[in-house]
């Protein structure tokens, strides 16, 4: 991996030019059709959700989506959920379980929205239901961090059987801003919080947080690299866990979760060598 420090990493997950969510979902997956709304207040869109496919196995969608345009973030709500969106995914998990299908989250946003409005409609209700719902799901859930994934706007959906990180992505309970002014009184030591919250893919991977790097290359052809990349990921580690039993697969996620960071390796491979 490049010697960049950990706010730099920061600093190109955020980069308003990196490819969003919906844009890996069109080069990863053959077809994709969106869905829409809780079925209780609204459809919010800083969540897609929705069905695709791979060949003939098909996957239940759930993404955190930015917009590119002022337009399209205030759409979006600049890709922080309101409460309606976690209960839209709650939604479509069950959906996915009821008709075995695997589920993918692409996890990418600075937080859940903070507003009133989305504190009155329950927001820390709603991602914990989502994790909780996630825990015992009995179908394959792989989860891919590709690039600001922050807060538990990020975790509610990050429960998942294998955990992918883009090289170039963060994750983290928080934002080094947030970090640094609740730590030290002083959000001007964001940097230095940066680099010690362990936000980074290669951090989390030694803290065995996450199952995979995927490597960021450089040059024209680089996403479409990373989308193989991630599409050989998905394919691979579907269909390992698709045999096993729904028991197992709980089992198997819950014990993911049970043992994070208490097996600690700092010199296993880790980046997909093959992009």
Same mark, same amino acid.
């Given at each position: 991996?490049?010697?960049?420090?950990?706010?730099?990493?920061?600093?190109?997950?955020?980069?308003?030019?990196?490819?969003?969510?919906?844009?890996?979902?069109?080069?990863?997956?053959?077809?994709?059709? *969106?869905?829409?709304?809780?079925?209780?207040?609204?459809?919010?869109?800083?969540?897609?959700?929705?069905?695709?496919?791979?060949?003939? &196995?098909?996957?239940?969608?759930?993404?955190?989506?930015?917009? /590119?345009?002022?337009?399209?973030?205030?759409?979006?709500?600049?890709?922080?959920?309101?409460?309606?969106?976690? /209960?839209?995914?709650?939604?479509?998990?069950?959906?996915?379980?009821?008709?075995?299908?695997?589920?993918?989250?692409?996890?990418?946003?600075?937080?859940?929205?903070?507003?009133?409005?989305?504190?009155?409609?329950? &927001?820390?209700?709603?991602?914990?239901?989502?994790?909780?719902?996630?825990?015992?799901?009995?179908?394959?859930?792989?989860?891919?961090?590709?690039?600001?994934?922050?807060?538990?706007?990020?975790?509610?959906?990050?429960?998942?059987?294998?955990?992918?990180?883009?090289?170039?992505?963060?994750?983290?309970?928080?934002?080094?801003?947030?970090?640094?002014?609740?730590?030290?009184?002083?959000?001007?030591?964001?940097?230095?919080?940066?680099?010690?919250?362990?936000?980074?893919?290669?951090?989390?991977?030694?803290?065995?947080?996450?199952?995979?790097?995927?490597?960021?290359?450089?040059?024209?052809?680089?996403?479409?690299?990373?989308?193989?990349?991630?599409?050989?990921?998905?394919?691979?580690?579907?269909?390992?866990?698709?045999?096993?039993?729904?028991?197992?697969?709980? *089992?198997?996620?819950?014990?993911?979760?049970?043992?994070?960071?208490?097996?600690?390796?700092?010199?296993?491979?880790?980046?997909?060598?093959?992009?």
């Amino acid at each position: 991996m490049s010697k960049l420090t950990a706010w730099e990493r920061v600093e190109k997950a955020r980069d308003p030019k990196r490819k969003t969510a919906l844009e890996y979902i069109e080069n990863i997956f053959d077809d994709f059709m *969106e869905l829409h709304g809780d079925r209780n207040f609204k459809d919010d869109k800083a969540i897609v959700c929705g069905l695709a496919n791979i060949g003939k &196995q098909n996957y239940t969608i759930i993404a955190e989506q930015k917009g /590119r345009s002022t337009k399209e973030n205030i759409k979006r709500n600049f890709g922080m959920p309101n409460p309606e969106s976690y /209960r839209k995914a709650i939604r479509f998990m069950k959906q996915a379980e009821k008709f075995k299908r695997p589920v993918i989250t692409f996890i990418d946003t600075k937080g859940a929205y903070p507003g009133i409005g989305a504190e009155e409609r329950g &927001q820390g209700e709603a991602i914990a239901k989502s994790m909780f719902e996630m825990a015992k799901l009995n179908v394959p859930i792989i989860s891919i961090v590709i690039g600001e994934g922050s807060s538990g706007g990020a975790l509610a959906i990050g429960v998942g059987n294998k955990i992918i990180m883009l090289e170039n992505a963060i994750y983290s309970i928080l934002s080094p801003e947030g970090y640094s002014s609740i730590l030290w009184k002083d959000s001007s030591k964001y940097k230095e919080a940066a680099q010690i919250m362990k936000l980074t893919a290669q951090d989390l991977y030694d803290l065995n947080i996450i199952d995979k790097i995927i490597k960021e290359p450089e040059g024209e052809e680089s996403f479409e690299k990373i989308c193989n990349s991630l599409k050989r990921e998905i394919k691979k580690n579907v269909s390992e866990l698709i045999i096993k039993k729904p028991e197992e697969i709980v *089992e198997q996620r819950y014990q993911k979760f049970r043992n994070m960071g208490e097996f600690i390796t700092l010199d296993k491979p880790c980046i997909d060598r093959e992009v």
